[in-house]
């Protein structure tokens, strides 16, 4: 469910994002202490075993900071729009 104060920090309406690290974990580590403290990011969960860190976060942005995100990030963090699943797609 977007969250409003997001969508309103960003200046349009947020959408969730899947971001999973491409090589080093510890990249997503980083990432996720980093958006701590922009408002046009929200951490929604992290993904991963229970004994270690997160291998996949799910975060709330608007589009266009997904695409600045994605490429500063470029060849370190795989960010793309979450989608619903599908048993029969």
């Known amino acids: 469910m977007p969250n409003s104060t ?3 920090a960003s200046g349009g309406a947020s959408s969730r994002y899947i971001v999973r690290a491409a090589a080093d974990s510890a990249v997503l580590g980083a990432f996720i202490d980093s958006i701590a403290a922009d408002p046009a990011i929200r951490l929604v969960d992290t993904i991963g ?3 270690g860190p997160p291998h996949t976060a799910v ?3 608007d589009p266009d900071t ?3 995100l994605r490429r500063s990030h470029l060849n370190q963090l795989t960010i793309e729009p979450d989608q619903p699943l599908s ?3």
């Open 6 to 8: 997001s969508a309103a």
């Open 49 to 51: 075993p229970s004994a």
């Open 59 to 61: 975060v709330e942005t």
């Open 66 to 68: 997904a695409e600045q």
């Open 87 to 89: 048993l029969f797609d």
